[in-house]
C-alpha cells in the first residue's frame, strides 16, 4: 500500500493506494474516530458490486450505516438530487457527527462531497473512488459540486475528505470505456507537472491498458503525489491550482454543449488537452514534437482526440466555454504548456487562434 498526504494543517489528510482496501473501509473510519451512523452515497451501478462489501465492512466496525442509492451517470450532478439525499439523510436522523461515504466515480463523489458540504453546515466524508479518474484527480483536493443547465460544476464548495481510500481492485469490474476515461487525467498529470511521469506512461502504456496493479499502484500514487502539493500550496484555486485545468475549458465546454453523458468526462478532456496542446504552439511556442506526443500518447489509449462539429455545435461548444468558471472580465482564460512538464495559467487567447483550434 502506497499512503500519500495531502497538506492542509489540521484539515491533512491521507491517500492510501492498494489493492483490497474496501474490506478495510470499516477500520479506517474508526481511527478517524468519526461518528456512530453513516450513509455511504453510491449509483446504482456501482452499489450492485461494492455496497455489500462496504456496508459490512462499516459494520463490522461498529457503524450503523445506511445506503443511498442514485441514479448512474453525470445527470444526477444535479440540485434535485442534492435535496433528495438530504431528505433521506434526515430520514435517518443524521447528526453532525455522523459521516458521509463516497463510493463511486467522479460524479459520486462530487455530489457526495456537496451533500456533506452543506447537511446540517457540513459533516465529515470519506472518498471511496472506484474508477481511475475519480482516484487520481477528483476524489483528491475537496472540490465537490453540481451541475446547473447552462454549465458543468456552476454551484459547489471547497470541503476535504476525511480520507481517500483508492482501491486498486475495484477497477476489475471497471467498464473499458470508463477506464480509458481515466487515463486522460493521468496524461494530462505528466503534461502539466512531470515530464518524467509522461516518458514512463509512454514506455508503460501497454501495462496500464492491461491494468497491471503494480504499475496502476504507481501511477496513481504518483498523480495523487501532484495532486496533494499543488492543493497544498493553493486550496481555493486562486492561483497554482489552475494548471489542474488543462484541456478542461474546451472539454467542459464539449460535456455540456452535446449533452451531458455523450461524452464521458476523460473523453471530452482528452480532446480538449489536444486542443490545448495546438493553442500552447501557437501562443506559448510549444514545440510541435511536444504536442505530437501528446496527441500520440492520448490516441494511443484509446481516446479521441478531434470532434467534427458543424456551425450550430460550435456556436454551442463557444456559448459553454464562456460560462467556464475560469472566466475572467467576460474573457476566457486557459491553461497552457510550454512544454511537457510545465504549464502557465491565465493565458489569453486571441478569438481567430481558438477558433482554429477548436
Sequence with gaps: MRIVQVPLGSRSYAIKVGGGLLSRLGAECARLKLGHRCAIITDFNVGKRFAKAALKSLSASGFDPVLITVPAGEKSKRIGMVEKCYNQLATHRLERKSFIVALGG???????????????????????????????????????????????????????????????????????????????????????????????????????????????????????????????????????RAILNFGHTIGHAIENSSGYGKFLHGEAISIGQVAASKLSQKVLGLPSGDAGRIESLLHRSGLPVKLKLNPRQRKKLFAAMRLDKKVSDGEVRFVLAEKIGRVRFGCQVPAELLAQAV
Excluded at 211 to 238: H, N, Y
Design 106 to 240: 467522479g460524479v459520486v463523489g462530487d455530489l457526495a462531497g456537496f451533500v456533506a458540504a452543506t447537511y446540517l453546515r457540513g459533516i465529515p466524508f470519506v472518498q471511496v473512488p472506484t474508477t481511475l479518474l475519480a482516484q487520481v484527480d477528483s476524489s483528491v483536493g475537496g472540490k465537490t459540486g453540481v451541475n446547473l443547465k447552462l454549465g458543468k460544476n456552476l454551484v459547489g464548495a471547497f470541503y476535504q475528505p476525511r480520507l481517500v481510500l483508492c482501491d486498486l481492485d475495484t477497477f476489475k469490474t471497471l467498464p473499458k470505456r470508463e477506464y480509458l476515461s481515466g487515463l486522460a487525467e493521468v496524461v494530462k498529470y505528466g503534461v502539466i507537472y512531470d515530464g518524467v511521469l509522461f516518458t514512463q506512461l509512454e514506455r508503460n502504456l501497454a501495462k496500464l491498458l492491461r491494468r497491471d496493479r503494480l504499475t496502476l499502484c504507481d501511477v496513481v500514487a504518483r498523480c495523487c503525489e501532484i495532486k496533494a502539493e499543488v492543493v497544498g500550496q493553493d486550496e481555493t484555486e486562486s492561483g497554482l
